[in-house]
T-cell receptor, first 111, second 117 residues
Framework: GENVEQHPSTLSVQEGDSAVIKCTYS??????FPWYKQELGKRPQLIID?????GEKKDQRIAVTLNKTAKHFSLHITETQPEDSAVYFC??????????FGAGTTVTVRA | GAGVSQSPSNKVTEKGKDVELRCDPI?????LYWYRQSLGQGLEFLIY????????KSGLPSDRFSAERTGGSVSTLTIQRTQQEDSAVYLC???????????????FGPGTRLTVL
């Protein structure tokens, strides 16, 4: 099956600074890469996703980049705010319908 | 519209007892997934249902775990003879039928926190 590695496992940033989370995947056939945000005790919520036919996608303060050759993708959060504190999961598709998830990154934004 | 719902939100049981967890997917979503999330871990795939097709059970950790989906909508995950290592949050997700070769967005329920004493 697909193997997704996510780094770092924890990330502490000063409010207003940027946060970057990186993931690598093993299946070259993967074509869909979503990112989920999970606040404490809440359900995972999709925040942004990217498909393999594009290299970058941006939505306000959040952006995702994809390097298919190197099989890695990254989440970038700019101008971080306290409400960005959460656990973030990357995922990569394998097969026609499955997602394999990274282990998660706990982001803490210091005021 | 209404999102994915799950019940109960919390379940405490004794080792050896059976439990049933329920998932109501988003109306119109034909694909349904169950995941397990252990403390501080990522999401572990358990089982996948798509319409009337045979489910993909490849992620079920043992034969104590089973799931069904009645009428293509509500799903029940059953764990028999629960063990302490079954303690986790069980998440359900649904999506529109994936287009050929393209995985579609999965929407998650709030989860059921299972504690086995």
């Amino acid at each position: 099956g697909e193997n997704v590695e996510q780094h770092p496992s924890t990330l502490s940033v000063q409010e207003g600074d940027s946060a970057v989370i990186k993931c690598t995947y093993s299946d070259s056939a993967s074509n869909y890469f979503p990112w989920y945000k999970q606040e404490l005790g809440k359900r995972p919520q999709l925040i942004i996703d990217i498909r393999s036919n594009v290299g970058e996608k941006k939505d306000q303060r959040i952006a995702v980049t994809l390097n298919k050759t190197a099989k890695h993708f990254s989440l970038h959060i700019t101008e971080t705010q306290p409400e960005d504190s959460a656990v973030y999961f990357c995922a990569a598709s394998f097969g026609d319908y499955k997602l394999s998830f990274g282990a998660g990154t706990t982001v803490t934004v210091r005021a | 519209g209404a999102g994915v719902s799950q019940s109960p939100s919390n379940k405490v049981t004794e080792k050896g007892k059976d439990v049933e967890l329920r998932c109501d997917p988003i109306s119109g979503h034909t694909a349904l997934y169950w995941y397990r999330q252990s403390l501080g871990q990522g999401l572990e795939f358990l089982i996948y249902f798509q319409g009337n097709s045979a489910p993909d059970k490849s992620g079920l950790p043992s034969d104590r775990f089973s799931a069904e989906r009645t009428g293509g909508s509500v799903s029940t995950l059953t764990i028999q003879r629960t063990q302490q290592e079954d303690s986790a949050v069980y998440l359900c997700a649904s999506s529109l039928k994936p287009a050929g070769g393209l995985t579609d967005t999965q929407y998650f329920g709030p989860g059921t926190r299972l504690t086995v004493l």
